[in-house]
Nanobody, 123 residues
Framework: QVQLVESGGGLVQAGGSLRLSCAASGRTFSSYAMGWFRQAPGKEREFVAA????????YYADFVKGRFTISRDNVKNTVYLQMNSLKPEDTAVYYCAADQGLSRLRRGLCDYWGQGTQVTVSS
């Protein structure tokens, strides 16, 4: 069983930065691929970024490439999403997710989800 708790969301002006954190419980964190998804009002949840169990492989949605960076610390059981050059269209609830299969996770077929953290980017 893995429990995920996100933090770091908030209100920021366009062009600003935020770093989201996702703290995971359980001693098997390092065996899970981790990812971030987001859901804007009235829209479906969408994939943002994913990282393999050892951090060697990372994947990004096209709309965040070059602006967002996903990373993880398997000692602290935490995954991060550094978000730079934020745009108003990045406004959404951001969810952390975990699955033992990276390809499954990238398709949104995740075993575990966090509760989400709100990110609001003002213009």
């Amino acid at each position: 069983q893995v429990q995920l708790v996100e933090s770091g969301g908030g209100l920021v002006q366009a062009g600003g930065s935020l770093r989201l954190s996702c703290a995971a419980s359980g001693r098997t964190f390092s065996s899970y691929a981790m990812g971030w998804f987001r859901q804007a009002p009235g829209k479906e949840r969408e994939f943002v970024a994913a990282i393999g169990w050892n951090g060697a492989n990372t994947y990004y949605a096209d709309f965040v490439k070059g602006r967002f960076t996903i990373s993880r610390d398997n000692v602290k059981n935490t995954v991060y999403l550094q978000m730079n050059s934020l745009k108003p269209e990045d406004t959404a609830v951001y969810y952390c997710a975990a699955d033992q299969g990276l390809s499954r996770l990238r398709r949104g077929l995740c075993d575990y989800w966090g509760q989400g953290t709100q990110v609001t980017v003002s213009s």
